[in-house]
């Protein structure tokens, strides 16, 4: 881990697209303005993990086959499909 020390108004630069700038310190925190592209998530740790915790209880979800045969008879117009 690369531990820096800054000052308010102070940045770190990750790259050529993300830049990290000191905006305010108040008592015990550390308030942070972060410029990245669009297409870069930026999430508070709790809401990453939330996230990830959410994307893997999603794919561990199952659908038996029974159930997909009673979907493709719903979308062929097919209501008997048990």
Same mark, same amino acid.
């Given at each position: 881990?690369? !531990?820096? &020390? *800054?000052?308010?108004?102070? =940045?770190?630069?990750?790259?050529?697209?993300? &830049?990290?700038?000191?905006?305010?310190?108040?008592?015990?925190? !550390?308030?942070?303005?972060?410029?990245?592209? *669009? #297409?870069? =998530? !930026? #999430?508070?740790?709790?809401?990453?993990?939330?996230?990830?915790?959410?994307?893997?209880?999603?794919?561990?979800?199952? !659908? =038996?086959?029974? =159930?997909?045969?009673?979907?493709?008879?719903?979308?062929?117009?097919? &209501?008997?499909?048990?």
């Amino acid at each position: 881990m690369l !531990v820096l &020390t *800054r000052k308010i108004g102070e =940045s770190i630069r990750i790259a050529d697209n993300i &830049t990290i700038k000191i905006v305010e310190l108040d008592n015990r925190q !550390v308030k942070l303005g972060i410029d990245a592209p *669009r #297409n870069i =998530s !930026v #999430n508070r740790e709790e809401i990453y993990k939330r996230i990830q915790a959410e994307n893997e209880a999603a794919s561990a979800a199952t !659908v =038996s086959d029974q =159930s997909l045969q009673s979907i493709a008879g719903l979308l062929k117009g097919n &209501t008997d499909s048990k």
